[in-house]
């Protein structure tokens, strides 16, 4: 509104000259009315002088003025308009523009979050059996050990209360029998597929909180998080009944059994002291104890625990050779080929499949060592 405010100013301003200018212009050519004035002296004779006046020239030039303004402010209002409607269509194709843009970047955004998800996830999961990996055990650890700690803190901060063992992770190590005769005899095709179906079955069996994970090559680590109990030794002889009861399915026309032995530790190891043995120290005895229930004939459990009665200071170095601690009190194995555990688990129903007749790989494999 600036600029047309100017310019209506500017255009009276040129009216107001043009008037002007105009009525001694109209006075100069027009027609005048003759005024007759006697002059003369006293006692002379008085002789007629004609003086000119223009007739009507102000209300003819007022009439042209208003007409050339009222064109002047219709041409500069018409200017306006069209500057206007011109703003207004290129705000309004920048809004377009800006709103596109916007929805562009949006949807690049969600892509980039998408591709960032994938990549997560795939940089967790292993590939072939669609378990956890290694790199997700470490990066989600720190929370079940904080909270644990968090637990472990509470209980004993209140009337000297000791801390609840379910408040603690169980690491199963388990590890197929015979794996690379299952490659040799039928390929890595066939043993892919021995690792797939493995890594479904286990996590049929566990809790939707506990973890499976690759460990590498034919071992899973299970993270059994909060277990009551005895439910640690249940779950390693569900799992190792139901292993060596499962068809294995490597094409249309076979099916194959195996067997798996299992390790098994709890973090922390030492109630009250979580902080005694990392969770790793506590992998590596899982480990242990893994290729203890092997060299006892495989197809079997064996887990290491502290000794609830042994109350003398532990130092970390004890724990480097675990048959010595368990010589001196501090640490005790159960196993399942120890008759006086029982590997008892809940009965469960189980439909029977319709496979075709199964090749006994562990009887192979025994008949040939």
């Not at 929370?143 to 009337?159: G, K, M, N």
Request: contains cysteine.
């Amino acid at each position: 509104m600036n600029g047309l405010a100017k310019a209506c100013t500017l255009a009276a301003w040129s009216a107001w000259v043009f008037l002007a200018g105009g009525a001694s212009i109209y006075a100069a050519n027009k027609g005048v009315r003759p005024l007759p004035i006697e002059t003369g002296g006293l006692g002379e004779e008085a002789s007629p002088v004609a003086v000119s006046f223009p007739v009507n020239w102000l209300i003819d030039y007022s009439n042209q003025i208003i007409g050339v303004l009222m064109i002047t402010l219709s041409v500069l209002l018409l200017l306006y308009m069209r500057q206007q409607f011109l703003y207004m269509r290129q705000q309004k194709l920048h809004d377009q523009r800006t709103h596109q843009l916007e929805n562009l970047v949006a949807a690049r955004t969600q892509e980039l979050e998408r591709a960032n998800a994938d990549l997560k996830r795939l940089s967790i999961t292993d590939p072939l059996t669609g378990a956890k990996n290694r790199r997700f055990v470490e990066f989600s650890i720190s929370e079940d050990l904080a909270r644990i700690r968090r637990s472990a803190q509470e209980a004993t901060s209140e009337w000297g209360a000791v801390q609840d063992e379910s408040s603690s992770i169980s690491f199963l190590m388990v590890d197929i029998d015979f794996f690379k005769l299952v490659n040799d005899r039928y390929g890595h095709a066939a043993g892919d597929q021995v690792l797939r179906q493995m890594s479904a079955l286990f996590a049929s069996m566990v809790r939707e909180s506990d973890t499976i994970v690759r460990w590498g090559g034919e071992e899973f680590l299970i993270i059994a998080r909060n277990p009551k109990a005895n439910d640690t030794t249940i779950l390693a002889e569900r799992l190792r009944k139901r292993v060596a009861s499962y068809p294995f399915v490597i094409s249309e026309q076979q099916a194959i059994r195996v067997t798996c032995s299992i390790g098994f530790a709890s973090w922390p190891f030492f109630l009250g002291e979580p902080d005694l043995l990392g969770w790793e120290a506590v992998v590596s005895l899982a480990d242990r104890s893994l290729y203890k229930a092997k060299d006892n004939g495989r197809n079997a459990w064996c887990g290491i625990v502290a000794h609830p009665g042994y109350k003398a200071p532990v130092t970390p170095e004890v724990m480097n050779d675990p048959d010595a601690a368990e010589k001196k009190g501090i640490v005790a194995y159960q196993a399942s080929y120890d008759a006086a555990v029982d590997t008892t688990p809940p009965a469960q129903a189980e439909k029977p499949l319709d496979l075709p007749p199964r090749s006994d790989l562990v009887q192979d494999a025994v008949n040939h060592a």
